[in-house]
């Protein structure tokens, strides 16, 4: 579906035409609340001026309005006009307790008042102690180690020096390369981004770190024909294809692999039944670790506080970030099992690694008042309890004709679009490039919805809303899209 020459293509690029973003979780204010004062102008002027947008055709806002969301309020945000919109995608896969919690702002609040800030080099302050040992109380096995960052990528990089340390410590200097899947997206610094799967967003940026290799995804719904009929042997094929690389790039030159519970770039793809258990014997056959990247599947969105816990394997290193604060402040962090530490342990050995703001006192003070309201309202619970009528609400969009797959686990859910539902067919580039950025990210921001279009893979709309949502919010999500996907077939 992607177009290798057009780095943004498949990235959150923006309409030439109109505002909106079809990729990212936004999309402009055209033609939605009523026309601002002198100050909204005076605010569009200057982001129009001023600010560079992630991932985004900034020539879409010189005429069109560029988006501003002012405040949120549970699991709604209000844009600087008073408008309000479902924000059925937790900002970006980040706010899991909802917006306008007070008591977690004031646990920062409180924080920065005492000790605003001290870096982890060499000392430690109260809230990192206190977070790690939390953390490690949560999570699976042995993971008991954590090396706090200050966001996903460089989680995903911290994972990936450490593997290199540790195997040239421990006497297996070759290890160096790490396997990833198709399409998965991993970060965009330049050691995250050779791990990321998205050839063009990658493109731009060549030669990038040395050492990423690509294995097959687990999108059952565009499984080989061979396979295609049987999910636990696609799993198992997909499974081996991994110790197939490795084979291929010679065992004692590969560190890790890096997989998320759920892959969220291509729109969730869940694992097959069987699928972890394999990668696991197949991880520990040839000496290779297992990096479960966490950073949108932890704390909550799957149901639990882990993605592995839900499926039931053991990583060697769990990355995550996001949901750890809810967004209340940046936070990341790799949790790696006593194992991975013990050769750091001893006499002047160090891991050589380290960033100004990791483990910051006030998002680490913040992201225990976040795991305190995970417990308060148990929340695991809520996901756990709803999540079956979140997928049965997303079902009922079946009887369209543009809802080819509905698929996802938890409060995860990705819907694929498709041009024939009966042969799976799907949209040519332009046509894609019309329906997702030419008419659907706008129609849904428009119509109060906020979720995610994206054609990275095949064109779909995600869905992960705070884990405070029940089903009359599911059934709000489910009955814009339904106005909204009607309106993009009769388009077409
Ligand atoms: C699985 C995964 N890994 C890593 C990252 C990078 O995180 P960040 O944007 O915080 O650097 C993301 C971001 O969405 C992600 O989804």
């Not at 059952?220 to 991994?242: C, M, N, Q, T, V």
């Not at 990668?279 to 670790?289: F, K, S």
């Not at 604060?325 to 342990?345: C, I, K, V």
């Amino acid at each position: 579906m992607t177009a290798p020459t057009d780095p943004y293509r498949s990235s959150q690029a923006h309409a030439p035409r109109r505002g909106p973003d079809p990729m990212g979780p936004a999309a402009a204010l055209e033609g939605a609340a009523g026309s601002g004062g002198p100050a909204d102008q005076a605010q569009q002027e200057a982001a129009r001026r001023h600010l560079w947008l992630h991932f985004t055709r900034m020539s879409a806002y010189n005429e069109a309005d560029v988006p501003v969301i002012e405040r949120g309020e549970g699991q709604y945000v209000y844009d600087q006009r008073g408008k309000r919109y479902l924000d059925g995608l937790s900002g970006l896969f980040v706010t899991q307790i909802g917006h306008g919690r007070r008591e977690v702002a004031e646990a920062g609040a409180r924080q920065a008042a005492e000790l605003a800030y001290f870096p982890l080099w060499s000392y430690a302050h109260p809230r990192a102690v206190e977070l790690a040992e939390r953390l490690a109380a949560l999570a699976p096995g042995d993971l008991n180690r954590v090396f706090f960052t200050t966001s996903g990528s460089e989680a995903v990089e911290s994972a990936w020096k450490l593997a290199k340390q540790y195997f040239k410590t421990t006497g297996q200097p070759g290890r160096y390369k790490v396997l990833s899947r198709e399409i998965a997206y991993h970060g965009t610094s330049m050691g995250a981004l050779a791990i990321t799967g998205l050839p063009s967003i990658k493109e731009p940026f060549e030669p990038l770190t040395p050492g990423g290799v690509r294995v097959p995804n687990t999108n059952f719904y565009r499984a080989p024909g061979f396979i295609s009929d049987d999910l636990a042997a696609f799993g198992l094929w997909a499974a081996d294809e991994i110790e197939r690389a490795i084979l291929m790039e010679g065992p004692d030159s590969v560190a890790a692999v890096y997989l998320e519970p759920v892959q969220n770039s291509g729109g969730c793809f869940p694992p097959p039944p069987g699928y972890f258990a394999r990668v696991r014997e197949i991880c520990d056959r040839y000496g290779v670790l297992l990096v479960s990247d966490e950073v949108i599947c932890a704390f909550g969105r799957l149901g639990y506080y882990f993605g592995s816990q839900r499926y039931g394997y053991q990583p060697d290193i769990i990355t995550f970030a996001k949901g750890v604060t809810s967004g209340y402040a940046p936070l990341g962090g790799m949790l790696a099992s006593d194992r991975l530490m013990e050769p750091f342990s001893e006499g002047s050995a160090t891991f050589l690694h380290g960033v100004t703001f990791a483990g910051h006192p006030v998002s680490s003070a913040v992201a225990l008042a976040n795991l305190d309201v995970f417990e308060k309202e148990d929340l695991l619970g809520n996901v756990r309890a709803n999540e079956a009528t979140f997928r049965a609400t997303l079902e009922k969009l079946y009887d369209l004709p543009i809802v080819g797959d509905v698929r996802g686990d938890g409060y995860f859910y990705g819907i694929e679009m498709v041009k024939d539902k009966a042969t799976r067919e799907t949209f040519s580039d332009e046509e894609s490039e019309r329906l997702l950025r030419g008419f659907l990210s706008q129609a849904l921001f428009d119509a109060g919805l906020i979720c995610r279009a994206d054609d990275r893979g095949d064109p779909v709309i995600q869905l992960a809303p705070p884990l405070t949502c029940g089903p009359e919010h599911f059934t709000e999500m489910e009955q814009i899209l339904r106005s909204v996907l009607t309106q993009a077939w009769s388009q077409l």
